[in-house]
């Protein structure tokens, strides 16, 4: 959508929901995808994807519900050798819908490296994801 990495909570808002909005009232889709209200991990460019994409949520009659991506609680901590804020995760309880992603994850992987930006730690990621069950946690918003 042309916004650079990093840049999007400097006053970007409303140019990203016009974005997201005119996209989906092109496509008229009944479900959106975002993050967790908290970014998955405290990206600040995850959060504001997931404040504008619930505000375009209520907004538009045809989208029926808002899957927020989560990670467990188990995974969400981990040691790294420099700092990010990575917000606690979600327990194993507060689970709407659980999503079986085994014979998606080669599509999954391919998306992911598409992100130039963030190669390096996209390719970190993914060599930890390989380890983890292929599933993906969703919090469930519904019109």
Known sequence: MGFKDGTLPN???HDLARKIERILKRIKPDTI???????????????????????VFHRLPFVKKILQFYIRDNRARRKQSYFIYRPPGYRKSEIDLMVDTR?????????MTEHQSQLHDIKRLIAWFKKLPKQENFLVISK
Do not use: C, Q
């Open 33 to 55: 995808l975002t993050y967790e209200p908290r970014g998955i991990s405290g990206h600040i460019d995850h959060i504001a994807v997931s404040m504008v994409s619930s505000f």
């Open 103 to 111: 014979e998606t994850w080669d599509t999954k992987v391919k998306a």
């Open 11 to 13: 006053n970007l808002y």
